[in-house]
T-cell receptor, first 117, second 111 residues
Framework: GAVVSQHPSWVICKSGTSVKIECRSLDFQATTMFWYRQFPKQSLMLMAT?????????EQGVEKDKFLINHASLTLSTLTVTSAHPEDSSFYIC?????????????FGSGTRLTVV | RKEVEQDPGPFNVPEGATVAFNCTYSNSASQSFFWYRQDCRKEPKLLMS???SGNEDGRFTAQLNRASQYISLLIRDSKLSDSATYLCVVNESGGSYIPTFGRGTSLIVHP
């Protein structure tokens, strides 16, 4: 149980275009989902906390107008990288914790490797 | 948000060795703790939760020391397949359950 599906797994796009990444909880409901970014040989950096039915909470230094987050249902959150630039190339991972679970662990999506050329 | 710190390593050990990692956290009100494993270019996967009384899963033992604010992971009889990055995750209190990740400890098990 507790499966999180993330797609696409990888995407290559041109500078200036927008890319949407989807994160779905397949067998549980998630009021909150998290979006991370990981550069090579670096740790996971939390970008934002996605809250169902309300605005996302962004970490300091993350541009909310550039990284648009929509959490329209209890099973889906999307991250849109707008006007992508080569420096946005990274590994983006979402995670969620079942709402009904107490102190249970987090399940991660398989990640999206974004390359902006 | 307070920090979670880990020695990035790498820890380079031979097969069969016992290796231990520590992770310190600064928020004394932290509620729950986990160890995740991340293979190269893959997403992190839950290895084990860390309970106050300590817990063991096969060759892996996790312990929590609230007084000194650290958790540990002990791997016995290391296998080549244990080579990975081990991430410490701490859940802050307050109901938001926002996980804070350590930067990970790299383990390399060699023949």
């Amino acid at each position: 149980g507790a499966v999180v599906s993330q797609h696409p797994s990888w995407v290559i796009c041109k500078s200036g275009t927008s890319v949407k990444i989807e994160c779905r909880s397949l067998d549980f409901q998630a009021t909150t989902m998290f979006w991370y970014r990981q550069f090579p040989k670096q740790s996971l950096m939390l970008m934002a906390t996605s809250n169902e039915g309300s605005k996302a909470t962004y970490e300091q230094g993350v541009e909310k107008d550039k990284f648009l987050i929509n959490h329209a249902s209890l099973t889906l959150s999307t991250l849109t990288v707008t006007s992508a630039h080569p420096e946005d190339s990274s590994f983006y991972i979402c995670s969620a914790r079942p709402t009904a679970r107490g102190f249970g662990g987090y399940t991660f999506g398989s990640g999206t490797r974004l390359t902006v050329v | 948000r307070k920090e979670v710190e880990q020695d990035p390593g790498p820890f380079n050990v031979p097969e069969g060795a016992t290796v231990a990692f520590n992770c310190t956290y600064s928020n004394s009100a932290s509620q729950s703790f986990f160890w995740y494993r991340q293979d190269c270019r893959k997403e992190p996967k839950l290895l084990m939760s860390v309970y106050s009384s300590g817990n063991e899963d096969g060759r892996f033992t996790a312990q929590l020391n609230r007084a000194s604010q650290y958790i540990s992971l002990l791997i016995r009889d290391s296998k080549l397949s244990d080579s990975a990055t081990y991430l410490c995750v701490v859940n802050e209190s307050g109901g938001s359950y926002i996980p804070t990740f350590g930067r990970g400890t790299s383990l390399i098990v060699h023949p």
